[in-house]
């Protein structure tokens, strides 16, 4: 109810699928791409992941 007029955007990093009932929330499902693009930590994005992150954003963005 708090955000129902708005457009709400969650970016999934989780290997766990998120899923809401509103439809005024959108889940960008960046999981599948991130593994592969992490530097050693096994935490942070490397260079080459920050633009991908970056492309899927605004990709989706756009599609919208």
Do not use: P
């Not at 889940?27 to 970056?54: P, Q, R």
Request: charged residues 25%.
């Amino acid at each position: 109810e708090l955000c129902s007029n708005h457009e709400i955007y969650i970016l999934n990093s989780n290997f766990k699928s998120l899923e809401f009932d509103d439809e005024n929330v959108n889940v960008i499902d960046f999981y599948a791409e991130m593994k592969a693009n992490l530097m050693i930590d096994g935490i942070h994005l490397t260079e080459d992941g920050n633009k991908l992150l970056s492309e899927i954003i605004s990709n989706y963005l756009k599609a919208e």
